[in-house]
């Protein structure tokens, strides 16, 4: 090994063999550009950037200042495991075979090549922070170590404590709570996991900057997934008589059983079990969900100071005009809409996520040397006022997130996947949207000025796929995170920018087949007239058109 390599492996604090099985990289594209990769955990597009007025999130909203933003942007299955083997594979679930947690695509599906893996391959070195791949079965136990990292994944020591009793009661015991700020010098070790990832990202960065070499770094972010524990300042942001109820809060009159998420996860919680709601649609106490909700963006601006310190290290070892940057989420996350919490379901609100690009010189001019793009800003003395640079209505998915990421990165684009496809080592589900970063916001209101007929014009819009399973036709103690066996119904969601269209279909766990013959349930909600999707339409509404739709998408 030559001494330059044994002595950035040495900065890496790893031993000579940490690259012994790892295969010869191909020799990479000209002058592509470095990628810094952001994903966060059950984010939804509360930020300033997005139009939130209530939350603080000024580094995202400067990311965004020098970004395009795409205004929705969907997941393909609103749970990580599933998504997140979706979008870094560019396959779909139903060719991943992931909808649980339970097995690793290489194994069960076919052996596809990830975006990490293809970078690799084509000369980067590619780094893991955090939460990228979810870990345990669905990555083989090493977040597809060697296949996609080129080193192993860093997880933060202080990880394996999240679902301890670290949230301090009125009555000062220890609990495992939902709704848990703490004062980070109580907990083990002194330090949250998200705050050691930064300084891990950072470190690399630092790394990276001496060794010279082109790299994809991929940095995952817990929250605001649950607990909902993070630095107790925060809450000063947010005093809870500013915040409200979701605009609905209760459970839609025409909402088939089988669409609804029964929040299994948050009742377990300490601080929500001792509220002894009823299953499955027993609300929460009005009190209580203020508090959910203000410590979820409370969260939210603990995470924006993360993806700061992350992004003011960039301008630091003065990277920022050679490395693209992408912050995006796994999914969303309901906040008492519908009557439901968390992920879990079809809805907007579970299934759209956060979705920028920040391209030095495309997205942003270049900047001269010394100049910086990201100077950190504290979320405590936020200054509103900085908007997208660009944004784009067009409706899209995580899915496209390889094939967008190899054409920024001047890489040849994957293949698009054949109609059958689990033979196929590299291609993709989902095409690239770098022809939308430059669609002003005039021609997508042209566009869908001449577009305002639905059923004349669907076919030539652009559609976001999602999915979910259901163990049964009404709410179970596994209808939110059913195992492969246990999936009886499968819910397919259909997305345009006009409406989102629903049909739960009778679903084989065995061959992994949908009849589309046995629809159990429909919802169609028309996002002009009911953007919160609470007044379903499909029993008043011809709808062959949109089953046509769904059935020619599934089938090529």
């Not at 952001?38 to 939350?55: A, E, M, N, S, T």
């Not at 000062?172 to 980070?184: I, M, Q, R």
């Not at 989902?430 to 997508?444: D, L, P, Q, T, W």
Request: with cysteine; glycine share 6%; hydrophobic share 35%.
């Amino acid at each position: 090994m030559a001494v330059a390599a044994w002595l950035w492996l040495c900065l890496l604090g790893l031993p000579r063999r940490a690259f012994a099985f790892a295969p010869e990289a191909a020799v990479g594209p000209g002058d592509g550009m470095n990628v810094l990769f952001i994903v966060v955990d059950d984010l939804r597009p509360v930020l300033g950037c997005y139009g939130d007025k209530l939350v603080k999130s000024p580094n995202i909203d400067q990311l965004a200042s020098h970004s395009i933003v795409f205004n929705n942007a969907y997941a393909q299955q609103a749970v990580c495991a599933p998504s997140r083997v979706s979008f870094l594979t560019g396959r779909r679930p139903d060719t991943t075979r992931l909808y649980d947690f339970y097995s690793y695509w290489r194994v069960h599906a076919g052996n596809y090549s990830t975006m990490p893996q293809y970078f690799k391959e084509n000369g980067y070195v590619t780094l893991s922070v955090g939460k990228v791949f979810h870990p345990g079965v669905s990555s083989n136990y090493s977040d597809d170590y060697p296949y996609s990292w080129s080193i192993p994944p860093f997880h933060p020591s202080t990880e394996k404590y999240e679902n301890d009793k670290t949230c301090r009661g009125k009555d000062g015991k220890l609990y495992a709570n939902l709704v848990c700020p703490v004062d980070v010098t109580e907990m083990p070790g002194g330090t949250l996991p998200d705050i050691q990832s930064t300084e891990e990202a950072i470190r690399l960065l630092n790394v990276m900057k001496t060794n010279k070499q082109k790299f994809f770094l991929a940095v995952g972010y817990h929250k605001p997934h649950i607990p909902l524990r993070y630095p107790q300042e925060f809450l000063k942001l947010y005093p809870l008589e500013n915040i409200t109820l979701a605009p609905d809060p209760w459970v839609p009159e025409k909402l088939p059983s089988v669409a609804y998420n029964p929040w299994m996860d948050i009742r377990q919680r300490d601080d929500v079990e001792a509220l002894n709601v009823s299953f499955p649609y027993g609300p929460l106490p009005d009190d209580f969900q203020r508090q959910i909700r203000q410590s979820y963006y409370a969260a939210v601006s603990y995470l924006d100071m993360q993806v700061g310190l992350l992004l003011n290290a960039l301008d630091d070892v003065g990277l920022s005009n050679s490395t693209i940057v992408v912050f995006t989420a796994d999914h969303g996350w309901s906040l008492g809409e519908h009557g439901e919490w968390a992920k879990y379901s079809n809805f907007d609100v579970a299934t759209r996520v956060p979705l920028m690009f920040y391209v030095p010189g495309m997205t942003a001019s270049s900047v001269s040397q010394g100049e910086r793009v990201f100077p950190y800003i504290d979320p405590f003395s936020h200054i509103l006022g900085l908007v997208p640079q660009g944004r784009s209505e067009k409706v899209v998915e995580l899915v496209s997130l390889f094939s967008t990421l190899a054409e920024l990165a001047g890489l040849q684009v994957p293949p698009v996947c054949p109609e059958t496809s689990f033979h196929v080592a590299l291609c993709t589900e989902g095409a690239s949207i770098v022809r939308y970063f430059n669609a002003s916001e005039e021609k997508v209101e042209e566009e869908k000025g001449g577009c305002d007929d639905t059923y004349r014009c669907f076919n030539e819009e652009p559609v976001a796929f999602s999915q979910y399973p259901r163990p049964a036709d009404t709410p179970q103690w596994n209808s939110d995170k059913p195992k492969l066996k246990d999936i009886r119904i499968m819910g397919y969601s259909m997305r345009t920018i006009d409406y989102r269209y629903t049909v739960w279909v009778q679903f084989n766990p065995n061959n992994f087949s949908a009849n589309f013959e046995d629809v159990h349930a429909g919802e169609l909600y028309m996002v002009e007239t009911d953007p919160n999707q609470d007044y379903n339409i499909y029993n008043n509404t011809s709808h062959g058109c949109f089953l046509k739709k769904i059935l020619g998408f599934l089938k090529h």
